[in-house]
């Protein structure tokens, strides 16, 4: 298979040479981001801490979201936290994906076939985004939920789609963001890291043990269109004592590679 030449350059970086950019919708849209790794809310220094404004222009911007739904203030504490339009957007972008209307039923049967979960994930920059995931019934709600951004390194899916770049892109990109362990078990060293890649290139699927969570197994293949260009990773998550890797590639590979197939001529 020939990779593609791309660069995996983070796609929230502006282009300093584009005369379109529109800088302070930019600077309003770090306000939405600061909430990505809360918890649970933010107060107005922390959301100017988070986004590099000033106090006053997150001020400003925080007051626009709020008026406009995306953001709701407790009264009581004067916190923020993210409002259901945010959530109302992610549902239009789903309703009207072909993708995920085309994956959507084939991925659903796959779950009610192996009684696992089930996601498809594409890649942004060198960060993948889950925009379906099927849950079984052992997952917590954080892993049930479409739209988490991880890093594409550290599971079976993000592997799959890193497999579509070259290798001295890969590795400078493990180079410029480093890896942080999720457990004791996460490969971080970047030549490590890119020679699992690299066989999960030359496989064709990509199998993982304990990158993110214990006791936890991945695998994963790319989903591509009718010509042949990879558009996104359908992956399954399984209880590592239910499935070592020996199952896994007996029993949920070959299925994988049949529902990309089937996904790939609806």
Excluded at 90 to 116: I, K, Q, T
Excluded at 173 to 199: K, M, S, Y
Excluded at 216 to 232: E, I, K, S, T
Aim: aromatic fraction near 6%; proline fraction near 5%; hydrophobic fraction near 45%.
């Amino acid at each position: 298979m020939t990779t593609r030449k791309l660069p995996l350059a983070n796609t929230d970086t502006p282009d300093a040479e584009d005369a379109l950019f529109v800088a302070s919708l930019e600077k309003g849209m770090r306000v939405l981001d600061a909430f990505r790794d809360a918890s649970d809310s933010l107060g107005l220094t922390d959301i100017a801490t988070l986004t590099g404004l000033g106090k006053s222009a997150a001020q400003r911007f925080v007051h626009t979201w709020e008026r406009l739904g995306y953001l709701v203030k407790d009264t009581a504490t004067r916190r923020y936290r993210l409002g259901p339009r945010v959530v109302e957007l992610g549902y239009f972008f789903l309703r009207n994906d072909r993708l995920v209307s085309m994956a959507a039923p084939h991925l659903v049967a796959l779950r009610d076939r192996c009684g696992l979960a089930v996601h498809m994930s594409v890649l942004t920059g060198s960060d993948m985004i889950y925009l379906l995931r099927l849950p079984s019934r052992q997952l917590t709600l954080a892993e049930m939920l479409p739209g988490r951004r991880m890093p594409a390194w550290c599971n079976s899916g993000g592997r799959m789609l890193l497999t579509q770049h070259d290798d001295d892109v890969i590795h400078q990109a493990l180079l410029n963001a480093p890896a942080r362990a999720f457990t004791p078990r996460t490969v971080v060293e970047p030549d490590a890291l890119l020679a699992l890649i690299r066989q999960a290139r030359d496989d064709g699927y990509a199998l993982t043990e304990d990158q993110v969570l214990q006791n936890q197994v991945g695998a994963a293949v790319l989903l591509r269109d009718a010509r042949d260009v990879p558009l996104a990773a359908i992956s399954v998550s399984a209880p590592r004592h239910d499935y070592p890797s020996d199952r896994l590639l007996r029993d949920i590979v070959p299925q994988l590679f049949r529902t990309a197939h089937a996904i790939q001529h609806a």
